[in-house]
């Protein structure tokens, strides 16, 4: 394939204390599907956004069509003709099937919208995928998970796209339904058009796949290998092997074998994980190992009382845990993956953030004793070397390792015995994450049961006395840490999605 369409050379993207694309190189050919492969945490999220506009690379050069690409934004992209498919698809449920087509770009003369026009199309970009049993009129929302994923091609396909990106596109699909989409993916490239494809399932890299480039923090560690003759062991080595250097508190030695503070037995949400059986003692760091999609997260959400189960039964000190009030009156604690949405009140100074789980222990005759807060906070900052140590100082101002270390001491001051964190070091610099490691060690060593679950597999086995591999929504392995590698863990995530007799 000589024809390149896209050309990225020493790419870089920076956030605040992150180098999230650190020198990536890519070369995509018009009619191949370009598959992109690397942990979670690698990069590809990242590089997916600067493509699409959403946001601008720092350094390095990226051509498009042979000439300097820098889009303005998400409709300059499209408009150019690179149309993104996110994994969490973004249609808007009430409208009809050809307005999400063609939202932003919608079709008018004189002002008035061209409602019959852009069915008309529509239907035909449908015919085109194959689908055109789909009505351009229908709403989204009644469609199924597969039906909206067309409608976010039919929406690509609309801006006359010639390069299709695709983030996680199987991870909401039956069977069937990829076999489809894999159908429709061979008809557009035959038609010259190029496409990205990333997913953790390597049996789709080998099915789908013309070459693989591979990331790893941020960088690229392989490029242009072949889809289906790479051996599994190579792809899985051009993944592991972080630059970062974890640095991690001393495990014990020894420690004392004392009865579960948590059971969870035969756990099941239908759709999203199924059969979940583990425990936690207190002092035991538990951690989670499993790709985006696995379950981890709603799994630690359900536990919690955060989602209802349709099956099984959770329990702390043999007491039955019924709903989040029950949970955290038996001392459980959550500190969630998206902190800033779902845990913190930004504009709220550190102090009211910190006592949000324990503020009736602060009422005094009906009035809050705003002064015991403060001074519970501030002792709770110390202990956890908050920087700076200012309780008045609003949420919002601190870094995200603080605004973590603020969910963690809400929790403390409750009187937290189990404490579950997910992604507790996410968008966390190195410095700020050995802090964190510290003050989840100290916990366990203060007898607290932790539960955590993290993207980054060395977090896992540094952390952790004892890691669960869960996959497709099961667990599926367990074993004390220190008898685990890296290599070891991703294969047994990847398992499923290895095909029989393919190379290894």
Known sequence: MTDVVLRLVDVVKTFPGVRALDGVELEVSAGEVHCLLGQNGAGKSTLIKVLAGVHHADGGEIS????????????????????????????????SVAENAFLGHERSRLGFSRRRAAAARTAAILARLGHAEISPTAKVRHLPAAGKQIVSMARALSHDAKLLVMDEPSAVLAHDEVA????????????????????????EIREIGDRVTVLKDGRTTAANLPARTT???????????????????????????TPPILQVAG??????????????????????????????SELLETIFGARRADAGTVTMDGQRITGLGAAVRRGMGMAPEERKSQALLLDEPVYKNMTLASFAG????GFTAA??????????ADRLELRPRDVERPVRTLSGGNQQKVVVGRWLLGKTRLLLLDEPTRGVDVGARVELYRVIRDLAENGVGVLLISSEVPEVLGLADRVLVMREGRIVHEAPADELDEDTVLDLVMAGSLMEGEPT
Request: charged content about 25%; aromatic content about 8%.
């Open 64 to 95: 498009w069509l042979g000439k300097p690409f820098a889009p303005a934004g998400p409709q300059a992209a499209m408009r150019a003709g690179i149309a993104t498919i996110y994994q969490e698809l973004d249609l808007v449920d009430e409208l």
């Open 267 to 296: 756990l099941t949400r239908h759709g999203e994980f199924a059969d979940a059986s583990l425990t936690v003692a207190p002092g035991e760091i538990v951690g989670i190992a499993g790709l985006v999609g696995s379950g981890r």
């Open 362 to 365: 602060f009422a005094r005759a």
């Open 231 to 257: 051996p599994t062991r190579e792809l899985v080595g051009k993944m592991t092997g972080r630059s970062i250097e974890y640095l991690f508190p001393e495990r014990p030695a020894d420690r004392a074998q």
């Open 180 to 203: 489809n989409l894999f159908r429709i993916i061979r008809d557009l490239t035959a038609q010259g058009i190029a496409v990205i494809y990333i997913s953790h399932r390597l049996a």
């Open 371 to 380: 002064r015991d807060e403060r001074a519970a906070a501030r002792n709770t």
